[in-house]
């Protein structure tokens, strides 16, 4: 029997763990339930911290942990998804193609940023969605050490409002300095079509946002969305003009475009429905989770979010059920009622929200501690010894901050 997994993210690598937690649990051999993970490269990107600085140390490596709970790594790129012959098509490195059957899938693929067809943003736009953009933005934040100083060379647009272009802009002040002097007097603008910055925000969530917006000198510009980005900055659906040489692009995600081979219902974030064991359900054989699928996390109406902390949940759970199928076991119905919300305010400190709610339980510096905490412990793999590796997927471990 072969389980294979797709994608090495936050999801993949605990659908990968939980998987090989259950076979070990059942005393069966890893020759009798194979599990296979694809991807790329066997590393972890910890997106969650790509709006920081030196982007390139921001990976975790996967391999040994791979190979302390015999779990298969299987190097390449998965390119289609044959659900009737139950197949991955698999693409390595050198182009070479290659068929992997399986008896299991998890559909483990992410989500990419949303780019719509504005006029120069394919040419002129910077992100932090993936560890290639974050690499090349921060290499293009150095390189205006050497422009003449100038209105555009100190500005920094930031399209979105949302969770990563708030960080973003937040962190954007500091590490501006840090790259042009102490003494450059950098700006930055926050562009959003709502009429608030974080409108999922709570009501008192959302002023400390803004307070530490007037702390850092971060400008909004809302009810207006970018209409055109150019070498020389960028135009507003308002007709005002902002010059910048950096424009940070942060406006949404979309399920990764692989899961459109599995010929099943999706949302408008193109992610595929699941049922509460996270199987997609017209599809035999199929489970999809993290930015992959939609599921729901409790009974009264609340969904996962394209975030690492449902994604590492939901893997757990997408693994555990996938083996449990082949072993012949009970499955368990995914749930996670704990939802924490710490969004990284720069100097200004942080945001700790606690519930669906989003209720304020910490700000400032005391919130900054446990961001850091979350940053640089909690969202990073467990270490590559077996038991330690396997006990953190338990899909009922639940990490209480």
Not at 366 to 389: F, L, Q
Request: one cysteine or more; glycine letters at 8%; hydrophobic letters at 45%.
């Amino acid at each position: 029997m072969r389980l294979v997994i797709i994608g090495a993210g936050f999801a993949g690598m605990y659908a990968a763990l939980s998987a090989a937690r259950l076979r070990d649990i059942q005393g069966v051999s890893p020759e009798e339930l194979e599990i296979a993970l694809v991807a790329p490269q066997p590393t972890l990107v910890v997106r969650p911290r790509l709006y920081e600085p030196k982007p390139e140390t921001l990976t975790a490596p996967l391999l040994d942990i791979f190979n302390a709970i015999d779990v298969v790594y299987v190097q390449g790129s998965a390119e289609a998804i044959d659900t009737k012959a139950r197949t991955v098509q698999i693409v390595t490195a050198r182009d070479a193609r290659k068929t992997l059957p399986y008896d299991r899938l998890v559909v483990a693929t992410g989500s990419r940023l949303f780019r719509p067809n504005v006029p120069g943003l394919a040419e002129h736009g910077f992100s932090v969605d993936s560890l290639e953009d974050a690499v090349a933005l921060d290499r293009h934040l150095h390189g205006l050490a050497r422009q003449p100083a100038s209105a555009a060379r100190d500005t920094v647009v930031v399209a979105g409002g949302g969770f990563t272009g708030i960080e973003a802009a937040t962190e954007m002040p500091a590490r501006l300095r840090d790259i042009l002097g102490k003494d450059a007097k950098p700006r930055v603008v926050i562009v959003d079509r709502g009429a608030a910055i974080a409108h999922d925000m709570s009501a008192d969530a959302r002023p400390v946002i803004e307070d530490a917006m007037r702390k850092l000198g971060v400008e909004g510009r809302f009810g207006a969305g970018v209409a055109e980005i150019s070498k020389s900055g960028v135009t507003l659906s308002s007709g005002e003009h902002i010059e910048a040489a950096t424009v940070v692009w942060s406006a949404g995600l979309r399920a990764a475009p692989l899961t459109q081979q599995v010929p099943a219902e999706r949302d408008s974030f193109g992610r595929l429905l699941v049922d509460r064991e996270l199987r997609v359900p017209s599809v035999a054989g199929v489970f999809a989770t993290g930015d992959a699928a939609r599921a729901a996390c409790d009974d009264v109406g609340n969904y996962a979010l394209m975030s690492c902390q449902h994604a590492t949940r939901m893997g757990a759970f997408a693994g555990n059920n996938a083996a449990a199928e082949l072993l012949g076991v009970p499955t368990r119905p995914y749930h996670q009622k704990v939802y924490v919300t710490c969004l990284d305010l720069g100097e200004a400190g942080a945001l700790f929200t606690r519930g669906w709610e989003r209720k304020v339980e910490l700000v400032g510096d005391v919130a900054k501690k446990t961001k850091r905490e979350i940053n640089t412990v909690w969202i990073y793999p467990p270490r590559a010894e077996r038991a330690a590796a396997l006990a953190a997927a338990d899909p009922e471990r639940v990490v209480d901050l």
